[in-house]
């Protein structure tokens, strides 16, 4: 990359940066700090490092509701082929509907799944007592016909699937959802969430397959910044660019190929350039919350 299209490309990010914080895209510095975040980097990987943070999505709290409430109407509407009868069929199946916020191995009381349940309450008008942890929903596994979970961001469908055959013991018999699902009960369920990678869908229907996904946004791997060919590095040598997250990435204190918490390309090597504003997702690049070895984030995790 030339001189001239590096200063080009650096007074565009510029007046991004600029226009997205005025409009309340991108938060206060505070939050999401870019500047001190592009002073981890030297010079010759500058043009790399503005390239990502340039195609980073951020979806603030306005954002976040609209994605959340397009998925949940993409459900609802699946139920009918009729031209605008979500909302009708919103209102018919709601009372008979459990809402069940997705909850890992070890939840976390500053897990996503606290501030979805207040949207749901807040933004969409569900009511208190049909909204769930897995294992209130699964003791009152018999007063609902359909279930819904719901997520801010499925990568793996590591999460899912730990709701989903998680044992909870209910009036002294251990109980999933998955068993439930096979007892003959008649009930459905779904997945909604904001943002869904190709891998969880992958999976989820490889292990789950009873269960119907209706992400608002899918991430194809071309959203992986990790592969060569996505279209971040276009006018740029993705190879080189793909060294230089890795050396940078090393420096931050992510080295591990493991599709693990410490690889540099993100938990299950899905390398996403996104944040929420409640939180970023451990799929997406190291370089981009790490505080190890005095690396300074541009977005610090909850």
């Known amino acids: 990359m030339t001189e001239t299209r590096m200063d080009i490309e650096n007074n565009r990010l510029i007046e991004k940066e600029r226009h997205f914080r005025e409009f309340s895209v991108w938060p206060v510095f505070a939050e999401f700090n870019s500047e001190d975040w592009l002073s981890n980097f030297l010079p010759e990987e500058k043009g790399v490092a503005e390239r990502l943070l340039s195609n980073f999505s951020y979806f603030n709290e306005r954002m976040t509701d609209a994605l959340l409430e397009a998925s949940i109407r993409k459900y609802f509407a699946s139920m ?39 949207k749901l309450r807040d933004r969409l008008g569900v009511p208190e007592g049909q ?21 801010d961001f ?8 730990e709701t989903w055959f998680g ?46 996904l209706f992400p608002a946004h899918q991430l194809t791997t071309r959203h992986n910044v990790i592969h060569t060919d996505t279209k971040i590095w276009d006018g740029m040598n993705a190879e080189t660019a793909r060294n230089v997250i890795k050396n940078a990435s090393v420096r931050a204190g992510y ?36 505080q190890r070895n005095g690396w300074k984030p541009l977005i610090v995790r909850s």
Request: hydrophobic content about 35%; overall charge positive.
């Open 154 to 161: 499925t990568g793996s469908g590591n999460q899912f699937l």
């Open 255 to 290: 080295s591990e190929e493991d599709l693990g918490q410490d690889d540099w390309r993100g938990f299950h090597g899905l390398g996403l350039a996104l944040a929420f504003n409640h939180g970023i997702p451990d799929a997406s690049l190291p370089i981009f919350f790490s």
């Open 167 to 212: 044992r909870h013991v209910v009036n002294g018999t251990p109980v999933s959802f998955d068993i439930f699902s096979k007892d003959k009960c008649g009930a459905t369920f779904s997945y909604c969430c904001c943002v869904s990678a190709k891998n969880a869908r992958v999976n989820i229907k490889r292990k789950a397959p009873i269960v119907k």
């Open 80 to 118: 009918t082929h009729e031209s605008g009868s979500a909302l009708r069929f919103y209102h018919d199946y709601l009372p008979e509907t459990a809402f069940v916020i997705c909850e890992g191995e070890d939840p976390n009381p500053t897990d996503s799944g606290h501030v979805f349940a207040r």
């Open 131 to 151: 909204i769930f942890w897995p294992k209130g929903a699964l003791t009152q596994r018999k007063r609902f016909r359909k279930y819904v979970f719901v997520d």
